[in-house]
């Protein structure tokens, strides 16, 4: 590794507008980029990791974001300090950035070609037969699959995955010395991740490029880093080897970061038998949706085909699968938002998946929902107290009795009860799951489904909110069926899991036999995806021998 | 609300917008205690130019007081407005909302009806209406709310489409919530904000197309409004400009005003205000 | 000055007229582009004496009952067909009375039509009409090509009607709806060297203030009246180059006035109806509604009609104490909000002058606690209502058509009452004296006989006021001076044009 | 073959939406006081008894509404539109006479106002927060509040009357008999002052669109990935951001088609254009039934046309759209 740093950032200051929470987005940062190397940057979500790689980009929206101090060099070249043409002969060239969201970052009405074909141009390259074959020779490069068709298409007619290659394909087609990485997987799933992390590993390896990778997943960050960059609050609170700041991490926030991460061995699983409180059997369920044709030819998806599941009073269990494997559909179906097509759904024996009317109302308290979004499934335009009271007093609550089973629910999800009179915008996420939680609880139900309940949330509060279901699950004896895609998450809190896979389920257990001995391919390939399992293995050695 | 308002009049827009409108409403309920009795008695004589002692904005050709006029055609303009506004938007958010809740074939049924009514030139079906039941502000006003019920029903409509699926919607569901319920309760308060800044607009396209009713002669003679007396003006324009211009000039505020309020509260309810502003 | 040849007149028509065969259509827009086009066997002088036209001559028995028409020799219609008695025969008898109420009511005093030979007509009636000759001007006596109808049974539907055919100076050129109607000068007319202006172009303008500016910029040479407002007229004609005249207008002769529906109450009573004429000041109808192009009349014959006797007329001046001491007199008190009693009443939509005119009615009759709603209609709606006696006070005005036989009659027959137009007895008046003079009147061939009967007629009408006379329209006709000859005679606008020629 | 499909359903549901149009239509304006009869009545001053009888027999205006309507729909299904009752001629060639004028009018005024309304939309985007943004959507409102037949009075007293620099009103120079190229400039010079009329009015809406649109977009994620690719200034804004603003553009159109079409009637009065706006109106007051409907019916199957054309415009530019009926 050569001495001279390729990107080089000197007490880099960005201020926020007036009024903002904090003064500076960024305050005194510094860090360095060598070639061949990568440099994760970790820190929760607003801690100004975004601000940080667009300001080296010079992306930052000038009139609201601006550098008040510092410097950035890019192989000895002070990037601030350039003017429009150059910088723009800069970008692409010899940087090149990644985005989150594959599906935004790409032009929605551009052929993926074009928009790789566009960087050769726009930086010199006006052979169009060249620019054509070095499309090609770049989309192979990044395994796309047939580079000839799929380049005519639009990013629309790709997955995910595929539009992130494409992504990094314009990133890498002038071959640029740095490539930064703004959170690049978080918006795919695990066995896609894995993929991306690889092709951008092994890019790095034959190309010698330096790599700015942002992340909050610290098992990402295990698996790629040479050098960590802990961000807090706009500042790096802690800097250092990947494996030192890993295994010793000074700083308390990262060591409050490090611990939050979710861990396979604290799997609490247990297959202990107790009577069923909900039978799923052979439960299909298919959708349609309108097709072409002059009287509208219909097509169908099936999103659940023959599911069979029980879960027992009490019990806990997981739902595990890629997108769109059916996990949500299956949730829904048990709540009764969907008419299944065929099987039955026995709820304490009773046939509910008949039920109507009436007889549904009544059985409505006693299946409640955590949802993903905490934000989302509150109404904006309700207080607090209306919201978690609500649908309690219409099921026939008397009025005080809700109040004062609100004021107890509000305990024990952690909230102050003067939270009642505020409306939803004025609480932090966490707390808006709480929130979500306690209007659940106030039913009083025998079963709650929880989709996806903490995946939108920071690996701090997600913590948070796993240890508070837990606890309170185990003190009302409540049982849950928990949807999540995240093997960490669910091996948290879940007694068994069920793995879906194209509708169906493949296999159940608990999180320990299924992790030790995976039966059915694609559990396989989910478990070898996880990322960062080496350093779990490493820290779990350590952590024996210290004992 | 309080933000809301505080929000509205931090933009240079609402501002204005608040004042002009403020400025027309002050005139409209002052009207009677500005000119007491009625504008359309003959006091003075005929076409006096604007500044004549008295009165400020002349006489028109029978010698009625022009500022009287605009002062009185303030009510029962902002009034037409109001009320067509009124009308169009409780039946397009009636319609919208069952259509965007419910769905399916009546979603189909509901939209299809509305595309009919997009279909027909809605000028044309506004005069055919004032002409089939006379010309009076009720005609007007009916006509008006009819043409423009269709814009609001397919805002509502979009709105109710992307509000149903979201999670507060399937958590009334789980509550045992009635579908009545949940869509006046739970959904509409939420669309509230684009169905104002649409109202606010509208109104103001209803001010104009009364305007141009009356100009091609279809006006209610009985109430003085402000495109009754361009209508009946603008004969006039090369001789006595200042019957239609002075209306005009107060038409082109009302909208103006109406627009920049509606701007301004499009920005003030937007939930992506950061930035640009 | 001897009149130049060539050149092209423009003039506007408005409304667009629905079309231009004068047989078929006769109102103003169509006569007066069509008149240009047909003719009639004679016209009208001023003093509304006749001319010859299609008629090189004519006689009239001394009983009044025979009128012998000798046509004019070696004219010929526009697609070169020679015109006959023939023509003349089929348009009285065949054609006219299918397309013209008018004509056919007329018609019906007539015993038989022959033709002696190809120049002779001959018109025998069943009892005396002396305002017979009238109807043979060109707009109700329309002279239509025979030769085309052959084989056509319904001639009001017929698309030969499309077909412009007939005698006069001008044929059809060219017609663009909706932007103007091209005439062409008719090189074989009968009047050798004439006409003098090669085309005729009229410009359709649907809007008002577009009109004046079409004149104003020199676009067109004349305007109508009617085309602009009144109120256009002094500052148009006062530029250099334009003259101003009143003439024209003496055979239609239009006469503004309100309706009353005098089955309505409390309209019945003469009282009520003298209240209403002592409210209304018909001075500042006509100084500042008409811009003073009007006359005020107190009866049905207004100033300059056939057999006007100003001196039986009753007089209503302006005197709203007067009209307030009628309606105490009828025991009609004013209310808490000083109103008396409500009536409706409809405008005349033809404009924002109709419009002004009701505005200012509705005020004088509110301030004598007649409250007063107007009714707006479109003209359509206008026609519904009026013709069916659905108002209670209307404001209307009527040709009057040279002669009270053919002009005022309509207007006050009790066999004449709903749904019969307009111009009918929509007041629905009901007076046997009147109806017997009228009758005897219209059949008295002695002119002074006639005179005493009429004088009688209007003594009786305007004490008895079944119609509030307001004001004789005075029709001002604007043009630029380098037109020569425009108007020369009672038909005014609708005259053929053979004479008019343009000065440098 | 999907677009072909997409046709055929269009037009088939098109058909269904222009019927029920015509129905309404046909109702309405029976509902209305007055009939053909009345009018010729009326017109013709006096007449004898039983005269308006025989005119109503002769149309068939004295059957039920629903037989009409019945008779109506069938003539239609034989593309038979009936006859004018005022100008006795058939209502088709009326009608055809005059569209022509008609599209030119409102083409020629919605092209102006898209192409200035978008250029100054994304001007202002570009410049967001501006004085020269503020100035370009305060400025587009003034036209937006003005009613349109008085902006059209103005125009004329001004740039006619004044300044002389276009003809006040009508298509073409009366009596000119020009041919050829000399024709063509002819009207157009008669056309910019009704087609700017009307267009300017929409130039505020088309502006606002845009500029929100194009705020929206400059934020995505794309523009900044065209950016970090190097991409000049000027080319983001062309390829990227004015190619995504534009689609919520084109949605409006198709709903202003009806609007615009409303709109001409006023122009084409103010300025003596010799369109179906103008016709409509007339044939309005004169109940002139057949005629009244084509005009609705052709004036319904242009908005379907133009909403046609709009929809496939925004599948060209849209590439996610599948095309949905
Ligand atoms: N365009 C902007 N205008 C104003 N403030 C901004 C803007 N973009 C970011 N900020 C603020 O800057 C701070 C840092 O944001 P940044 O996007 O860098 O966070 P991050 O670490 O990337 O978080 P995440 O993990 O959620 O992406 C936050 O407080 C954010 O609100
Ligand atoms: N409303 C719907 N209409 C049509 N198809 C649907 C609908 N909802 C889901 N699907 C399809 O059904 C299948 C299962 O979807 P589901 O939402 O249950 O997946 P999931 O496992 O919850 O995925 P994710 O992890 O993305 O939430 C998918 O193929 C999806 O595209
Ligand atoms: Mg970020
Ligand atoms: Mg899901
Ligand atoms: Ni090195």
């Known amino acids: 590794m050569s001495k001279e740093p390729l990107l080089s950032i000197r007490t880099l200051c960005v201020a926020l507008p007036p009024g903002g929470d904090r003064e500076f987005a960024v305050e005194d940062v510094s860090l360095d980029v060598r070639a061949g190397q990568t440099v994760c940057v970790v820190g929760e979500s607003g801690s100004g990791k975004s601000v940080m790689a667009n300001a080296v980009m010079r992306l930052l929206p000038e009139r609201t974001l601006r550098v008040t101090g510092g410097e950035i060099a890019l192989e000895g070249e002070n990037l601030l300090a350039l003017d429009a043409e150059s910088l723009r002969r800069m970008r692409g060239a010899r940087m090149g950035m990644i985005f989150q969201e594959p599906m935004t970052a790409l032009n929605p009405v551009m052929t993926v070609g074009d928009q790789i074909d566009e960087v050769l141009m726009v930086h010199g390259q006006q052979d169009a037969k060249v620019r054509e074959r070095r499309v090609v020779e770049l989309m192979t490069e990044m395994s796309l699959p047939t580079p000839e068709t799929l380049r005519h298409r639009y990013p629309f007619q790709l997955s995910g995955g595929q539009r992130q290659r494409v992504v990094i394909a314009i990133a890498m087609a002038l071959e640029p010395r740095l490539l930064i990485a703004d959170e690049p997987t978080t918006a795919l799933d695990v066995t896609t991740q894995a993929q991306i992390l690889a092709l951008i590993k092994r890019l790095q390896a034959t190309h010698g490029i330096g790599v700015l990778f942002i992340t909050h997943d610290f098992g990402v960050v295990a698996d790629i880093a040479d050098h960590v960059v802990v961000m807090q609050h706009g500042k790096v609170v802690e800097s250092g080897e990947a494996t030192q700041v890993l295994r010793q991490p000074v700083h308390p926030y990262t060591r409050r970061l490090i611990d939050a991460v979710p861990r396979m061995r604290d799997a609490v699983g247990s297959a202990e038998a107790s009577s069923p409180l909900l039978s799923i059997e052979q439960v299909s369920k298919s959708y349609r949706s309108r097709g072409l044709g002059l009287f509208g030819g219909k097509s169908r998806t099936l999103a659940l085909d023959e599911v069979s599941l029980v879960i027992g009073e009490g019990e806990t269990v997981g739902l595990i699968g890629e997108s769109g494997s059916g996990k949500t559909t299956l949730g829904q179906c048990v709540m009764r938002l969907l008419d299944v097509d065929s099987g039955r759904i026995l709820f304490q024996g009773q046939p509910v998946h008949e039920w109507h009317g009436r007889q549904l109302k009544a059985l409505r308290p006693q299946i409640q929902m955590i949802f993903q979004d905490p934000f989302a499934s509150l109404n904006p335009r309700h207080k607090v107290g209306r919201i978690v009271t609500e649908n309690a007093i219409l099921c026939g609550v008397e009025k005080t009795e809700a109040d004062r089973r609100m004021r107890e629910v509000l305990k024990v999800v952690g909230l102050d009860e003067s939270v009642v009179n505020r409306y939803p915008h004025e609480f932090s996420g966490g707390q808006r799951q709480r929130i979500g939680i306690a209007r659940a609880l106030v039913m009083q139900p025998r079963l709650i489904v929880a989709d996806e309940a903490v995946s939108a949330l920071d690996v701090s509060v997600q913590q948070q909110v796993l240890g508070l279901l837990r606890e309170v699950r185990d003190r009302l004896g409540l049982a849950m069926l928990f949807i999540t895609h995240d093997l960490r998450v669910a091996s948290q809190i879940c007694d068994r899991i069920a793995v879906m896979h194209k509708g169906r389920i493949v296999e159940t257990g608990t999180v320990q036999a299924i992790s030790r001995a995976p039966a059915h391919p694609y559990t396989r390939s989910l478990f070898e995806a996880m990322p960062g399992q080496a350093w779990e293995r490493d820290v779990e050695e350590a952590e024996r021998l210290l004992v | 609300m309080k933000d809301l308002l505080s929000r509205l009049l931090r933009q240079p827009a609402g501002i204005a917008g608040a004042t002009m409108l403020a400025f027309i409403m002050l005139v409209a309920v002052g009207a009677h205690w500005l000119y007491p009795g009625d504008p359309w008695s003959m006091v003075a004589d005929p076409n006096l130019p604007p500044f004549s002692p008295g009165y400020p904005f002349g006489t028109d050709m029978l010698g009625r007081d022009v500022a009287a006029g605009v002062a009185h055609g303030a009510r029962v303009s902002l009034l037409i407005g109001f009320v067509a506004t009124l009308v169009a938007v409780s039946v397009g958010t009636v319609l919208g909302a069952v259509a965007g809740y419910h769905g399916g074939w009546v979603d189909d049924s509901i939209m299809r009806f509305t595309e009919i009514f997009q279909t027909i030139p809605g000028f044309l079906l506004a005069l055919l209406m004032v002409a089939i039941f006379g010309p009076s502000m009720y005609s007007i006003v009916g006509a008006i709310g009819v043409i423009s019920w269709p814009s609001v029903a397919r805002l509502v409509r979009a709105e109710f489409l992307s509000l149903r699926t979201r999670d507060f919607v399937k958590a009334a569901v789980l509550g045992g919530q009635s579908d009545l319920r949940i869509v006046f309760r739970q959904i509409l308060p939420n669309t509230l904000s684009p169905i104002v800044v649409a109202a606010s607009l509208m109104m103001a396209t209803a001010i104009l197309l009364e305007s141009a009713i009356s100009f091609l002669g279809l006006g209610d003679r009985s109430m003085i409004s402000w495109g009754f007396m361009i209508g009946a003006g603008r004969t006039t324009l090369l001789q006595s400009w200042w019957l239609s211009a002075i209306p005009g000039a107060a038409i082109f505020v009302t909208v103006l005003g109406l627009n920049f309020l509606g701007d301004a509260l499009n920005h003030a309810l937007s939930p992506r205000r950061r930035g640009h502003s | 000055q001897a009149p130049r040849a060539g050149g092209s007149l423009n003039l506007i028509v408005n409304p667009e007229p629905p079309g231009i065969n004068l047989g078929l259509a006769k109102l103003g827009p169509s006569s007066f582009v069509g008149s240009k086009i047909y003719e009639g066997l004679i016209s009208l002088t001023p003093k509304l004496e006749p001319i010859p036209r299609l008629a090189q001559s004519w006689t009239i028995s001394p009983d009044g009952k025979v009128y012998t028409f000798k046509l004019r020799p070696g004219v010929k219609w526009h697609d070169g067909k020679p015109f006959t008695s023939a023509d003349v025969l089929f348009s009285f008898k065949d054609y006219l009375p299918v397309t013209f109420a008018r004509t056919k009511l007329i018609m019906e005093q007539v015993a038989s039509i022959v033709a002696p030979d190809d120049l002779t007509v001959v018109f025998t009636l069943k009892q005396p009409y002396p305002a017979f000759m009238y109807i043979f001007e060109v707009v109700g006596g329309t002279i239509m090509p025979k030769h085309l109808y052959e084989g056509v049974t319904d001639y009001r539907t017929t698309q030969v009607n499309n077909t412009i055919v007939g005698t006069g100076p001008f044929k059809m050129g060219e017609w663009r709806r909706g932007s103007f109607i091209k005439l062409v000068k008719n090189t074989d007319y009968w009047e050798k060297g004439k006409p003098h202006l090669d085309n005729l172009f009229f410009h359709i303008v649907p809007d008002a203030v577009g009109r004046s500016i079409a004149f104003e910029s020199g676009k067109v040479d004349a305007i109508r009246a009617g085309d602009v407002e009144n109120f256009e007229i002094a500052r148009l004609a006062a530029a250099p180059g334009v003259s101003l005249t009143k003439a024209g207008w003496e055979f239609l002769q239009p006469v503004g006035f309100l309706n009353m529906n005098l089955r309505n109450k409390p309209l019945g009573d003469l009282r009520f109806r003298q209240a209403i004429a002592h409210a209304i000041d018909r001075n500042f109808i006509i100084k500042n509604i008409f811009s003073t192009f009007g006359e005020p009349v107190h009866g049905a014959f207004p100033p300059g009609y056939a057999f006007r006797d100003a001196s039986v007329e009753t007089k209503y001046p302006y005197d709203p104490a007067r009209a307030k001491a009628l309606l105490d007199e009828m025991g009609l008190k004013p209310g808490a909000d000083g109103t008396r009693v409500s009536l409706r009443l409809l405008p005349l939509p033809y404009g924002e002058t109709w419009q002004r005119l009701a505005e200012y009615t509705r005020e004088r009759l509110n301030a004598v606690g007649i409250k007063t709603t107007i009714v707006a209609t479109d003209v359509p709606g206008w026609f519904s209502r009026a013709s069916s006696g659905d108002f209670d006070l209307a404001y209307n005005f009527v040709y009057l058509l040279g002669d009270p036989a053919i002009g005022v009659s309509q207007t006050y027959l009790s066999t004449n009452q709903l749904n019969r137009g307009t111009a009918a007895n929509i007041d629905g008046y009901v007076n046997k004296e009147v109806d017997a003079l009228l009758i005897k009147a219209e059949q008295e061939t002695n002119k002074a006989e006639r005179a005493k009967l009429y004088s009688q007629l209007q003594k009786t009408l305007s004490r008895e006021l079944p119609i509030l006379w307001t004001h004789q329209m005075i029709m001002p006709t604007v043009y630029r001076t380098k037109v020569k000859n425009l108007i020369t005679t009672g038909q005014g606008m609708n005259e053929n044009f053979a004479d008019v020629w343009l000065d440098k | ?325």
Not at chain 4, 3 to 14: D, E, I
Not at chain 4, 268 to 290: C, H, K, M, S
């Open chain 4, 1 to 325: 073959m999907d677009r072909f499909l997409f046709f055929g359903r269009r037009c088939f549901k098109a058909v269904l939406v222009i019927l029920c149009v015509i129905a309404i239509n046909f109702a309405l304006i029976r509902a209305a006081p007055g009939d053909p009869a009345t009018i010729l009545a009326g017109e013709a001053g006096a007449v004898d008894a039983g005269f308006v009888e025989r005119i109503r027999q002769d149309y068939g205006l004295d059957k039920p509404v629903p037989v009409q309507l019945l008779t109506y729909m069938k003539q239609l299904l034989s593309f038979e539109l009936g006859n004018s009752y005022r100008e006795n001629r058939p209502v088709k060639d009326i009608v055809l006479e005059k569209l022509p004028a008609t599209l030119l009018l409102t083409l020629s005024a919605f092209v102006f106002s898209v192409a200035v309304g978008v250029s100054l939309g994304i001007a202002a985007a570009r410049r967001a927060g501006t004085w020269f943004d503020t100035l370009i959507t305060a400025g587009s409102l003034v036209f937006f509040a003005m009613p349109l037949f008085w902006i059209g009075l103005l125009a004329i007293v001004f740039f006619s009357m004044k300044l002389g620099w276009f003809p006040p009103y009508g298509m073409s120079t009366v009596g000119a008999d020009l041919t050829g190229w000399a024709a063509i400039m002819d009207v157009a010079h008669h056309l910019i002052m009704p087609a700017v009329t009307l267009g300017l009015f929409y130039v505020a809406i088309y502006t606002r669109v845009t500029r929100a649109a194009a705020l929206e977009v400059m934020d995505q994620d794309f523009v900044k990935t065209a950016r970090a690719k190097g991409v000049p200034e000027g080319r983001v804004w062309r390829s990227h951001i004015l190619r995504n603003s534009v689609l919520p553009v084109i949605t409006f159109i198709s709903l202003q088609a009806g609007h615009i079409l409303g709109g001409s009637v006023l122009i084409e009065t103010v300025f003596a254009w010799p369109g179906i706006g103008r016709l409509a109106f007339d044939a309005l007051f004169q109940r002139d039934y057949n005629l009244l409907l084509a005009v609705f019916f052709v004036s319904s199957v242009m908005v379907v046309i133009f909403n046609l054309i709009a929809d496939l415009l925004y599948s060209l530019a849209d590439p996610r759209i599948e095309l949905q009926t």
